[in-house]
C-alpha cells in the first residue's frame, strides 16, 4: 500500500437564495474555523451546473480590496462549499498536499457531485476496491474521494439522493459529517450514524441564506443563527422554505468525539446548550475537586495557552490560587505540537510558548493543559519552567489519560506513540520530570460536558472504540503491541491487512 494522507478538516457550505454570491460567506465560514485545519484550504462554488474550484496550501488568506473582484470572478454562483484541513500522515510535499485539498468532486454517466468531509473513513481498503472497479482510474489522495465516488456510484444506479445516503451510511465505517451539492444544484449535508464529528445548521437572519458547518463560530462570524446540530445518521437537505431534515438511519447510539471538548474545537463553539469554553471551565474545576492535596501545597496556576486557559480559570475559581498569565504564545508560530514531525517537535515547542521567569522562579505552580499525547510537550514545558527555577511543577492534564489509537480522524495512529499506553500516571510523572501528572477522571470529564456516556466516543481513553471495524482495528493493534511487534508504519497500513482478514 502507497503512501497516504489521513484528515481532519472544517467544512463550511451554503447556499443564497436571492442568488447572491456565495463566495463571502463560505470565505468567512471558513477562516472561523481555520484551527480544525492550516495545511490547506478550498473553496467550491456551483453555478448553472458548473463546479468553480479553488485550492490551497496553507492558512485561508487575507484578500486584499483590489484582489476581490478576482476572487469572484473566480468563484461564481448562489451555492458553495469549503474546507479546512490538515494532514494527519502521508506525504506532505505541496503536490500531495494539494490533490488531497477537498472540497473533491468526481462525474460519472451525466452525474456529477462535490463534497467537503471532516471525518476519517475506516474500511477504506473495502470502498477503494469497490470504487476502483467503477472508476478504472480512481486516484485516492483522501477520504472524501472515498466518500464522493460512492456517493455517485450510489446515484448513478438510479437512487434518490436519500437512498443513495443511506447505502453510503450503512457501507462506509468511520466518521463523515459531509456538505455537498449535486449537479443539479441541490444542496445537502450529512452525518455517519454515530454522529461522530460536528456539523450543525443556520440561517440569515432575513432567511434568505442556509447554512452548515462544523462548529457553530462558522455560523457567528456570518451573523448566522444556529438552527440545531445534525442527528447521527441524518441527512439535510435545503430548500426556500429551510431545512428539510430526514433521519436516514436508524443508530444504534451517539458517539460524538469527547476529544472536541478538550482540545480540538474553539472555545467559543457549542455543541449543544453549552460552549465550549464553559466545559472546560468545568474541567478545571473538576480537576481541583480531585486533587486536594496539590492544590494545597501550589502557590499559583500557569496555562498552556490556549486550550489549557479556560481550565486554569476553572482551578482559580475554584481553589482561589492566583492564575498568572506566566506563558504566553507567540502568535504567528502556529503549528499544533502533536502533529508536527519527531524531530520538529521539541523545537516548535520552545519556539512557541514563552514563560516570564521572574513569575514562577521559587514556587509551586500547577500547570494546566489540554491533553498529554506523546509526553514530549509536558516535558518540555516541565523542564523549562525547572530551568526557570519553579520549585514544584504539578501538571493538570483535562483530558483522561489517552490509551490507544484514534480512528475518527485524529492524528494519533498507534499504540507505541501514545505514552498513556505504555504507562500509568505515576510513570508518566516520571518520565515527564514533574512533581505529579494528574488527569481529570473520565466520569468527571463526561459530567461536564453535559453529554451522557452512551453519547460519546471515549475509544482512545478506554478502549471501546463505538464502531464493529475500529474495535477490531484496535483490539489487534494492540494485541501486536503487547507482544512487543514492530508497528510498522501507521493505523491506516493495519486497516488494509485487518480487513482482508
Ligand atoms: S477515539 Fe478519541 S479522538 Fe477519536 S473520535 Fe473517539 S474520542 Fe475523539
Request: charged share 30%; hydrophobic share 35%.
Amino acid at each position: 500500500m502507497g503512501e497516504q494522507l489521513k484528515i481532519a478538516c472544517g467544512v463550511f457550505g451554503a447556499i443564497n437564495f436571492q442568488k447572491q454570491p456565495i463566495f463571502p460567506h463560505i470565505y468567512w465560514g471558513l477562516r472561523a474555523q481555520n484551527h480544525r485545519g492550516h495545511q490547506s484550504h478550498g473553496f467550491l462554488t456551483y453555478n448553472n451546473g458548473k463546479f468553480h474550484v479553488q485550492r490551497s496550501l496553507d492558512l485561508v488568506p487575507k484578500i486584499k480590496t483590489n484582489a476581490l473582484q478576482q476572487w469572484f470572478g473566480r468563484l461564481p454562483g448562489h451555492i458553495g462549499i469549503g474546507n479546512v484541513r490538515y494532514t494527519t500522515s502521508g506525504k506532505t510535499d505541496e503536490k500531495s498536499l494539494i490533490k488531497g485539498t477537498q472540497p473533491v468532486t468526481a462525474s460519472k454517466n451525466g452525474f456529477k457531485l462535490a463534497v467537503s468531509f471532516n471525518g476519517n473513513v475506516v474500511n477504506t481498503f473495502q470502498l477503494k476496491k469497490e470504487i476502483s472497479k467503477e472508476f478504472p482510474r480512481f486516484s485516492y489522495e483522501c477520504d472524501a474521494d472515498l466518500i464522493c465516488h460512492k456517493l455517485l456510484i450510489e446515484l448513478t444506479k438510479g437512487k434518490d439522493l436519500a437512498s443513495a445516503v443511506k447505502t453510503c451510511m450503512q457501507e462506509i465505517e468511520g466518521a463523515f459529517s459531509v456538505a455537498g451539492i449535486t449537479k443539479e444544484g441541490k444542496f445537502f449535508a450529512f452525518k455517519d450514524p454515530c454522529g461522530i464529528r460536528p456539523l450543525c445548521a443556520g440561517h440569515s437572519e432575513d432567511l434568505s441564506i442556509y447554512a452548515f458547518s462544523s462548529e457553530t463560530v462558522g455560523q457567528d462570524i456570518n451573523g448566522f443563527e444556529r438552527d440545531f446540530e445534525l442527528e447521527p445518521g441524518e441527512l439535510v437537505t435545503v430548500s426556500k422554505d429551510g431545512f428539510d431534515r430526514e433521519k436516514i438511519v436508524k443508530s444504534e447510539r451517539r458517539a460524538f468525539c469527547a476529544f472536541e471538548f478538550a482540545y480540538f474545537a474553539r472555545p467559543d463553539s457549542r455543541f449543544d446548550k453549552k460552549y465550549v469554553y464553559e466545559i472546560r471551565e468545568e474541567f478545571g474545576k473538576n480537576l481541583v475537586r480531585e486533587n486536594p492535596d496539590i492544590v494545597k501545597d501550589a502557590d499559583m496556576i500557569l496555562s498552556l495557552p490556549e486550550t489549557g486557559d479556560d481550565a486554569a480559570l476553572g482551578v482559580h475559581e475554584e481553589s482561589g490560587l492566583k492564575w498568572e498569565r506566566a506563558s504566553r504564545r507567540h502568535r504567528y508560530v502556529t503549528e499544533r505540537a502533536f502533529i508536527l514531525l519527531n524531530g520538529e517537535r521539541y523545537s516548535t515547542i520552545d519556539k512557541k510558548i514563552n514563560i516570564l521567569t521572574s513569575k514562577v522562579k521559587g514556587k509551586q505552580v500547577i500547570v494546566t493543559d489540554d491533553s498529554i499525547v506523546r509526553g514530549d510537550t509536558t516535558k518540555v514545558i516541565v523542564k523549562k519552567l525547572r530551568k526557570m527555577g519553579a520549585e514544584k511543577v504539578y501538571v493538570f492534564i483535562t483530558f483522561p489519560r489517552i490509551i490507544g489509537p484514534c480512528f475518527y480522524g485524529i492524528d494519533m495512529a498507534t499504540y507505541g506513540q501514545l505514552i498513556g499506553s505504555k504507562h500509568d500516571p505515576k510513570e508518566i510523572t516520571k518520565i515527564i520530570g514533574a512533581d505529579a501528572v494528574c488527569y481529570q477522571s473520565i466520569e468527571d470529564f463526561i459530567k461536564a460536558t453535559g453529554f451522557s456516556r452512551d453519547q460519546l466516543c471515549l475509544g482512545c481513553i478506554t478502549g471501546k472504540y463505538p464502531t464493529l471495524l475500529a474495535q477490531k482495528i484496535a483490539d489487534e493493534m494492540k494485541k501486536r503491541f503487547l507482544e512487543g511487534c514492530e508497528e510498522k508504519g501507521r493505523l491506516y497500513e493495519m486497516v488494509e491487512a485487518v480487513e482482508k482478514t
